[in-house]
């Protein structure tokens, strides 16, 4: 029954993806154009100038940032996923046993779940806007209106629809959305530069009068807004980096490019990373500059008003259809999770079942009003098993070690892998812990990824004595 249903999905859940449905470069490009060009992206960009970010350092920090992104997903996550066409879950399974990967991807859903929710916050944003019921605040932890859960309700509802169809289904809405979307963040960043040199009387009549006003009126440095973290060049730099960490270092796109035809399509990652986060930051941090030089007392970031006073109602929409884009993928991934760990269920009920979860998640704006802080943790938590799967594929067998160490032991749990994660955490929380500004969370990842390596090799070292690799 399993194997019939894994057929007429297409999805191949349990086994390799066959060559014959394997995918070029376009089906790529327009996924991750889709998905990173979202509606978040009018909630993360503002991060920036409230952070008292300088010009020079948000430009600089960013394309860095996208760049060192791209080449994880090309040098790191793809080769992977080409030469095993696994899904990340069922990779883990044979690396660290049932009992440990049925943990890790209850977990991962969950977080998929949670993350997904976010999106529908924000698509529901337009749409309070459009009906004029009352929306959360930046402070509101709660639903705060029956317009604002049938909104939520509605949102979620067709984007799960469209998950449980499958990755063909995703990479359809994704290639048919991604081209309008990308054009409309573009207007909100040409509307709003526009908009300031009105209202400022600046005289922008060549590149460097047009970087004076960047420097001295959008991204102006300087301290931050109360409660912002200062950012920095290497502050910018890694978060564009590490924002995606899960997907990227944690090897959650193994799921996703296990059904690319080279693994160089991955380059197909830069049209999200450049579109949309360098462009639609940029561009939202533009708008949202403009909003604090209009009214200083305003802070508050909702993507809907905040689109729909650039662009009016095509930037309602824009909204509205970006955090679809951003949240089928998701869902998508979270429902591979949850299949993994009751693979008789057929992925079409989990991945329903999942979409259910994260519209309710939807609903508790607290969820999408803390993102950075929930994408920093999230990626942290993924990326020791991401490592795991690295060294298990490449290294091991360079030093004589069993890949698949717990299919071919027929055990639950790796131990090795267990410690390497678990230790790699608390090793990186107790670094943040110490308040020191170089052990903040969006640095101590890029160490906590050699320290899961090499605890990974040293405890397996222990535990395979006497297997033959």
């Known amino acids: 029954m399993a194997e019939e249903q894994q057929e007429k999905h297409g999805e191949f859940e349990r086994e390799p993806v066959p060559v014959s449905k394997t995918k070029g470069l376009k089906a790529f490009v327009g996924m991750y154009a889709g998905e990173h060009c979202a509606g978040t992206e009018l909630m993360i960009g503002p991060l920036f100038v409230a952070a008292g970010v300088s010009a020079f350092d948000v430009l600089g920090g960013l394309f860095l940032g996208n760049l060192l992104a791209v080449l994880s997903w090309m040098f790191l996550c793809a080769p992977i996923a080409v030469r095993a066409r696994l899904t990340l879950y069922y990779q883990l399974e044979k690396i660290c046993g049932r009992h440990l990967v049925t943990l890790y991807n209850l977990a991962n859903g969950v977080m998929f779940c949670f993350l997904a929710g976010s999106m529908i916050t924000v698509s529901a944003t337009a749409i ?40 063909d289904m995703v990479s359809k809405v994704a290639n048919i959305a991604a081209p309008w979307m990308v054009l409309v963040f573009l207007g909100f960043g040409i509307i709003g530069l526009r908009q300031f040199i009105e209202v400022t009387g600046a005289q922008v009549n060549s590149l460097g009068s047009l970087w004076e006003l960047c420097q001295t009126s959008i991204w102006k440095g300087g301290d931050p807004l109360p409660g912002q973290v200062k950012f920095t060049f290497w502050h910018v730099t890694f978060f564009a980096w590490f924002c995606n ?89 979270a429902g591979l999770a949850f299949q993994a760990i009751m ?97 903040q969370i969006f640095f101590v990842a890029l160490p906590g990824w050699f320290i899961a390596s090499a605890l990974y090799i040293v405890v397996s070292k222990f535990t395979q004595k006497g297997t033959e690799a």
């Not at 693979?343 to 999408?368: D, E, N, Q, Y």
């Not at 990626?379 to 030093?399: E, H, S, Y």
């Open 343 to 439: 693979p008789k269920v057929s992925r079409f009920r989990v991945t329903i079942f999942t979409g259910l979860l994260a519209t309710l998640a939807g609903m508790f704006p607290a969820i999408a009003m803390r993102l950075l802080g929930f994408v920093a943790i999230y990626g942290l938590i993924l990326m020791p098993m991401g490592a795991v799967v690295f060294t298990d594929f490449w290294i091991f067998p360079k030093l004589g070690l069993k890949q698949y160490y717990a299919e071919h032991k027929k055990i639950a749990i790796n131990w090795a892998a267990a410690i390497a994660w678990i230790a790699t955490l608390a090793i990186c929380v107790g670094l943040v812990k110490t308040g020191k500004p170089q052990f």
């Open 128 to 167: 309070g806007v459009w009906f004029h019921f009352p929306m959360p605040g930046l402070g509101d932890l709660l639903p705060n209106s029956v317009g604002w859960v049938l909104a939520v309700l509605a949102v979620g509802a067709i984007i799960s629809v469209v998950a449980a169809w499958g990755y």
């Open 245 to 333: 960490m899960a997907m990227h270092v944690g090897m959650s796109d193994l799921s996703v490019f296990r059904f690319a035809k080279k693994s160089w399509h991955s380059v197909a990652s830069a049209s999200g990373m450049y579109v949309g986060h360098f462009m639609a930051w940029l561009a939202a941090s533009i708008l949202y500059a403009l909003q604090l030089h209009m009214d200083p007392s305003n802070t508050d970031v909702l993507p809907g008003p905040l689109a729909y006073r650039a662009a009016g109602v095509a930037g309602l929409i824009c909204v509205i259809v970006a955090g679809w884009t951003t949240a089928n993928p998701t869902i998508y991934r």
